[in-house]
């Protein structure tokens, strides 16, 4: 019998096996998919010559992150690099606005879009400066973040109290109206705001847009060198060291409740393991409560909740090997990392528009990835493994585009979609398309195939938006890891703060079930031994 399951060998299941690791308890991870990583992988399906991450690919977050900082990856071989720049937005007119690690290049290059831009974003970055360690101690501590909240409100009144709060209220349209007079300062808040699913008039999407811009300039957007699949090397790694097993292959299909508590999981091969102490689940809110406990053992009143849970927007992806650098009319493009492709303001409100009458956009705003310009060792010299993603309706009632699209997501639309995302790759890089040697499509279908909790190709674990942010994620009132059911925890990015690689909802759910334990909170052993001898060949089983 082991103290602790952990379902789901994401990198917040990960991080939650070695946070309870650490204290010194014993851990079983169980995986449904044949290797580890969760949406932190990478492989060379592409081309065998090319290392192309499955899923994410850049993480300011992590570098952020002290829960990461925590664990010393480092000592596991874990190396991270940089690409030249940060982030481009090119224009079709040529003009490109470029975030630089050196917030110096960054205001110079805004003021060549408008004069006295390049001091407003530098305004910017001197409240960043001020809130920086409470705002990221409020995002990375389990909800409600006290210590962290307090000084947080205290630097604010430094720094323009209620009306900085104001401006992170805004939607980012207006926040970048109100801050800068050129499209360069617009163009990067708005694109950064894009990497959730908040439209340009969402409220607090300037916020958000504000904060993964100042993430971006102060810690960059590094990618692990070999690809995103090392990161998830170091946390296995680090786990193996301290004895722990991580079993790929597994699903588990059902938490085992008895007396009101959670006392093991039962898995799809018919076996079960019994958790002395708690479940940890690296899943999502609807797949943990729906699927894995039943809603029959919920209160009424959470089961509602649940029907509400809006899920983040779908994801198409297309990952390419080519034969050379992409040709970017705007040469800034080129050292970036990760590049931003829409023609402005209205067209990103124009997508996400589109996306809200779940139309399938006819120009995708696209994110496109540059990963042998950020890491060389990604692709043979004088060639570019390079992907880009847009995002979808769930639902699809139709197509804005000529190609009268479904959302069925069959052969025929994949390469009809992944089509349109290149040809707007070719709107800023003719001759793009001629350096294409192979490409792979992951169509919503498959992303949610490769893994389970990136439901129709959802990546967040659910919305970013306001209304199931802090005390509602993922359901009113439920904004802490400990769920209805005593013992278990929720650990994937469902919980606060929700979606982006940095580990905080696994380490919040390892240490709720930590104190809870130093608490004398006692799962009942009659339960435990019950389930224990139901396996096979007198391994912990299930009913």
Sequence with gaps: MTDAVVIGAGPNGLVAANVLADAGWSVEVLEAQDEPGGAVRSDRGVHPDFVSDVFSAFYPMAAASPVLARLALDREGLRWT?????????????????????????????????????????????????????LLGTLFTPFPPVRAAVRLAARLRGVGGLRLARSMLLPVRRLAEEEFTGDGGRLLLAGNALHADLAPESACSGGFGWLMSMLGQTYGFPVPVGGAGELTAALVRRLGRRGVAVRCGERVTEVVVRGGRAVGVVTASGGGVAARRAVLADVTAPQLYRDLVGEDRLPPRLRD????????????????????????????????????????????????????????????????????????????????????????????RGDAGPDALTGRWDHREQEIMADRIEREVERYAPGFRHRIRARR???????????????????????TSLHQQAVFRPLPGTG????????????????HPGGAV???PGANAARAALRAHGAGRRVLAGAQRALATRGRGGAPGGP
Aim: aromatic share 8%.
């Design 502 to 504: 940095h580990g905080a």
């Design 480 to 495: 802490r890891p400990e769920t209805p059911v005593p013992g278990l925890y929720l650990a994937s990015s469902s919980a």
């Design 441 to 463: 499509v992951l169509a919503p279908p498959t992303l949610q195939a490769a893994d389970g909790n990136l439901y129709g190709g959802a990546i967040n674990g659910g919305t």
């Design 82 to 134: 940089h690409a030249p720049r940060v982030v481009a937005h090119p224009l079709p007119d040529g003009r490109c606005a470029v975030l630089d690690r050196d917030r110096r290049v960054t205001a110079a290059g805004l003021d060549a879009f408008a004069p006295g831009d390049g001091a407003a974003w530098e305004d910017l970055c001197r409240v960043w400066d001020r809130l920086r360690e409470d």
């Design 305 to 396: 909740d649940l029907r509400r849970f809006q899920w983040d927007w779908g994801t198409f992806k297309v990952d390419w090997a080519l034969d050379g650098p992409i040709p970017w009319t705007a040469p800034e493009a080129g050292p970036a990392g990760t590049v931003h492709l829409a023609d402005g303001m209205d067209a990103l409100t124009r997508f996400a528009a589109q996306l809200a009458m779940s139309r399938i956009p006819d120009h995708p705003f696209a994110l496109l990835g540059q990963m042998t310009t950020t890491d060389a060792t990604r692709s043979p010299a004088g060639t570019e493994s390079a992907w880009a993603y847009t995002h979808v309706p769930h639902r699809v």
